[in-house]
């Protein structure tokens, strides 16, 4: 049993090895889409990205990148400026720094809710029908007159608010 | 960068104390001690009896009918 064990096992790694082989002889590697790269973000919480910004370095930087294998003392400050550049993107001042964005926002909302009251002007001057008769003056205040009546809210609500002993709201 | 989250934390555990403090301090001597005093009021010299009378001869109780 233990052999047979054994077999089984050399057994499925030999196929395992055919395979790869196939796999590798014949197309190759497949081209590496973008997005399944190490990508350069520009973030406050990761100060250093995976990758550098600058991908295709021109004859010029590589020089520069050579020049950085040396001592950097002999570099001056517009090539520290332009290793920096080819290395990140943004300062963090840079990304840090607010945009004038709300004021877009803020004037769109307004103006989408000019719009709206615009619709409901028009729903209630072309569309709606007339009001229910119980908002007519005559039946608000034999309704209103009913409520003090009933004493509805006494302690803080709008009976709260009339003067029983004068006949009036009180002042 | 450096101590990032903790300065926002403290700033923030800070201001979320004081604002729900604030609010709790608030709501309490704007609205509910306020309205303690209007209850009191409203009962110090209430008279029941009279309220009820007055209900009835304006005529909205249904089982006690005006004279």
């Known amino acids: 049993m233990l052999a047979s064990r054994v077999f089984s096992l050399v057994g499925r790694r030999s196929i395992s090895t055919s395979l790869c082989l196939r796999a590798h002889g014949h197309a190759g590697v497949v081209k590496a889409e973008d997005y399944t790269l190490p990508a350069y973000v520009d973030r406050r919480d990761v100060p250093l990205p995976e990758v550098a910004f600058v991908r295709d370095l021109s004859a010029q930087q590589q020089a520069l990148k050579e020049k950085e294998k040396a001592s950097w003392s002999a570099l001056s400050v517009d090539e520290k400026v332009e290793l920096y550049r080819m290395k990140f993107n943004e300062t963090y001042a840079e990304m840090n720094k607010g945009t004038n964005e709300w004021k877009t926002i803020l004037g769109g909302v307004l103006f989408f809710l000019g719009v709206t009251g615009l619709i409901l002007i028009w729903q209630k001057h072309f569309m709606y029908g007339p009001i229910p008769h119980t908002f007519s003056e005559e039946w608000l205040s034999a309704q209103t007159k009913r409520m003090l009546d009933m004493r509805v809210n006494p302690v803080e609500g709008i009976s709260a608010q009339w003067d029983f002993d004068k006949n009036e709201w009180k002042k | ?67």
Not at chain 2, 1 to 18: D, E, P, V, W
Not at chain 2, 45 to 66: C, I, R, T
């Open chain 2, 1 to 67: 960068m450096r101590r990032l989250l903790a300065r926002r934390m403290k700033f923030h555990l800070l201001g979320a104390f004081l604002v729900s403090a604030g609010c709790a301090v608030l709501y309490k001597f704007g609205v509910a001690e306020p309205r303690k005093r209007a209850y009191a009021e409203f009962y110090k010299n209430y008279d029941p009896m009279k309220d009820f009378q007055a209900m009835k001869a304006a005529g909205v109780l249904e089982s006690a009918p005006p004279k």
